[in-house]
């Protein structure tokens, strides 16, 4: 379902999600709304604005917290126009899965879109760039993403982003077994732990990405 | 001192007068009440002791009478003076020799007594005029503070409308923008069906970049504007820009209350600024920013192990922050020799 209070954007969202094949079973205006319409309807992913009437502030991510506690199956997708760290970590808060944070702008790009959706609403994660980047900014000063090379560092941002390997091979354009080689010599090189699923994955890049 | 002295006097006149004047006056108009209060004491002195006290004293006449002058018949005693506010001062204004007389004196002290509030009143109402005029706030005084109050207004005032301004961006053209791009993306979409609609798929993509370009701007405008987190206070305010930062930036807040919208606005750009120097110029490892409390005015420090030499040019951005933090009468120190650190500190008051 989608909470959003500008009109037309929502019905563009409606469409796009629709055209793709989902069920939109609910469009809201506001943060109540959102939960109400949770409980009556039971999506698998929630699609929401961060910032919503009344306030104007950030009803959307609250009402989005209060869901993650409440029903922590549903998935949820935050859309904003900033990217603000806070916000960010407020909703991973220890787990990545089944949280998305995107710019309303990364919509026009219609494919990465729908598969955002697909893997918030699978548990996965939907990190936007701009999180990533701030993050690896800070890698970057800190010397511990030096032994990287260039492209395995976009391929360390895709994971961060929380893509699959199918997912990174697309968006970098490479072959699956190119990845798979740049995934294995980062975790070499970052001494980070193999992990087995996406998600824990994520986890691991992003503590690794915030400590340095 | 003289400024004290004026303050004792007013609580003074307050306790006992019950004549409350709001602070202000300078030393010299306090010094001046006292310079003038002497004539005044004077008569108020006057007024007391002749009406309250020689009124009791005439009053008692007959008691004092019988007391002291139960003489064996035949001696003759020098007449005793009835002191009055009629008469020369030392020598009574009539004279009083038997009995009777103390009677008369004492319906005389009667009526000096029931006369002495209405003296007494009088005659501190001078006074009452002069504290009123001296040690209450002059003409200077109140359109100082008339200014002092407008200004806070018209601070106040601008960051409401700049807030104002923030929200309509998001919620018109930055919004319209996005749903532009998403209507776009999914003509694109459509496109990729048709088959021989390259060049129009190129040209929509060309269009999504515009739109997405434009929208990046517009949002670097709005946090120049308004930040969107300040609305949860400063530290989340400065997260996203210590977060992003190249240079490694420590943030710290320590603040027991929220300072106003207006104030917390200037911190927020004074705090982005300075970061942003000791970015571009300072060539430092570490920076840090570090909001507290000290003496009821927010204290804000940025400091830096960088290069140091960071002065205050004319036009330049720390000068314009001077000015900024001087309009609500905030201070900033520069504390940059060359060769470093660099420490800037910037004292603001809780409210405009």
Redesign the interface.
Known sequence: MIAED?A??RA??T??LE?DGHEVCAAVGDGEALLAAVASTGPDVVIADI?MPPG???EGLRAALELRRARPETGVLMLS???????A?SLLNGSPAGVGYLL??R?????E?TDAVRRVAAGGTALDREVV???L??G???GSLGELTPRERDVLAAMAEGRSNAGIATALVLTPGTVEKHIASIFGKLRLPASETDNRRVLAVLRYLESA | PAAWLGSALRHLAARLLGERVPAAGSGWRATAYLVLKLPVAVGEGYAVIIFWVFGLVNLSFPFWWLSFRNNPPGVRLRPVAVFTPFGWWGQGTYHVSALPGAFAASATGAGMLLAAPWVTRAVVAADRWLIRRLLGPGPLDRRLRDLEQTRALAVDDATARLRRLE?DL??GA???L??L??????A??KLTAVPGTEEARELVDVA?QG??DT??EL?EL??GIHP??L??GL??AL??LT??????AELTVDLPARPTPAIEAIAYFCAAELLANAIKHGGASTITIDFSERMEALALVVADDGRGGARAEPGGGLAGLMQRVAVVDGRLEIDSPPGGPTRVTVTLPLSA
Do not use: C, M, W
């Not at chain 1, 126009?81 to 916000?87: A, F, G, M, S, W």
């Not at chain 1, 919509?107 to 494919?111: E, H, K, L, M, P």
């Not at chain 2, 791009?181 to 999914?186: D, F, I, R, T």
């Not at chain 2, 977060?243 to 490694?248: E, I, Q, R, T």
């Open positions: 500008a037309l954007f563009g969202l469409r796009l055209d910032r104007y502030t950030d126009q900033y990217i603000e760290t806070r916000y970590a309303k702008d919509v026009a790009d219609t494919d879109f980047g701030h993050l900014t800070a970057r000063r800190s | 929200r998001h919620d930055q919004i319209r996005a749903t791009a998403l209507n776009l993306g999914l694109r979409k999504i739109a997405r929208l990046a949002r709005a946090r969107p987190a609305d949860n530290a989340d997260a996203t977060a992003g930062s190249p240079v490694p």
